[in-house]
């Protein structure tokens, strides 16, 4: 009998998913278009055209990543609504002694 043993996944660094994530045209759309104003995620589909679990998996991974935030409103039919917005001002990728540094200016925080 023959035992198998675990798959072994390699887990990327952080620098390494913000790279992919700057590879990613629509990652790359999400965080141009929701630059200026926070955008629901339907909106989000219909300025990028891409599927609503494309713009989910994105969004997902872009929070994971912290380079989006995420607000909700309450309408005034009482459901509530999510908004994402780009957390991003500036990446700086810079190579330095064999590495990579990643260094990013995120919007502040509003009181």
């Given at each position: 009998m023959q035992t198998l043993s675990p798959l072994r996944a390699k887990v990327d660094t952080w620098e390494e998913q913000i790279l992919r994530v700057l590879l990613d045209k629509h990652c790359l759309s999400i965080l141009h278009i929701t630059k200026e104003n926070a955008m629901t995620a339907s909106m989000i589909c219909s300025c990028c055209n891409i599927s609503m679990s494309v713009a989910y998996r994105k969004l997902?991974?872009?929070?994971?990543?912290?380079?989006?935030?995420?607000?909700?409103?309450?309408?005034s039919d009482g459901k509530k609504l999510m908004l994402?917005?780009?957390?991003?001002?500036?990446?700086?990728?810079?190579?330095?002694?064999?590495?990579?540094?990643?260094?990013?200016?995120?919007v502040p925080l509003e009181p």
């Amino acid at each position: 009998m023959q035992t198998l043993s675990p798959l072994r996944a390699k887990v990327d660094t952080w620098e390494e998913q913000i790279l992919r994530v700057l590879l990613d045209k629509h990652c790359l759309s999400i965080l141009h278009i929701t630059k200026e104003n926070a955008m629901t995620a339907s909106m989000i589909c219909s300025c990028c055209n891409i599927s609503m679990s494309v713009a989910y998996r994105k969004l997902k991974l872009l929070k994971k990543l912290n380079l989006l935030r995420s607000t909700y409103t309450i309408q005034s039919d009482g459901k509530k609504l999510m908004l994402f917005q780009s957390k991003i001002i500036k990446i700086n990728i810079v190579l330095c002694e064999n590495q990579l540094r990643i260094h990013t200016n995120f919007v502040p925080l509003e009181p």
